[in-house]
């Protein structure tokens, strides 16, 4: 079984800046769709960025564009997601997950991290 790694949560003050990792022992990142997701309390999870290596496509929700980057280092096996200008209503667990193609829709994704807490006091 697949397990995937997230990590770099943390607390935070509004206005600061995190970065998330995503690393998948014994699992080549580099040939599925990465996504990272995050879901607060009594909310759904909801998808934040992903990107498709095989194609380049990347999604960035509304809410996160401009402020939000995914990135990948291949050498490395870890996906990245760069956050800055973090805003309270940011505060959610992230999560990192595998697809086999390109798609924001967290249904369609197969493998899961166990989740990074990422905090933005105001």
């Known amino acids: 079984q697949v397990q995937l790694v997230e990590s770099g949560g943390r607390l935070v003050q509004a206005g600061g800046s995190l970065s998330l990792s995503c690393t998948a022992p014994g699992f080549t990142l580099e040939h599925y769709t990465v996504g990272w997701f995050r879901q607060a309390p009594a909310k759904e999870r909801e998808a934040v960025s992903c990107?498709?290596?095989?194609?380049?496509?990347?999604y960035y929700a509304d809410s996160v564009k401009g402020r939000f980057t995914i990135s990948r280092d291949n050498i490395k096996n870890t996906v990245f997601q760069q956050m800055k200008n973090l805003k309270p209503e940011d505060t959610a667990v992230y999560y990192c997950?595998?697809?086999?193609?390109?798609?924001?829709?967290?249904?369609?994704?197969?493998?899961w991290g166990q989740g990074t807490q990422v905090t933005v006091s105001s």
């Open positions: 997950a595998t697809a086999e193609f390109f798609t924001p829709v967290p249904g369609l994704y197969d493998n």
């Open positions: 990107h498709s290596e095989n194609d380049g496509n990347t």
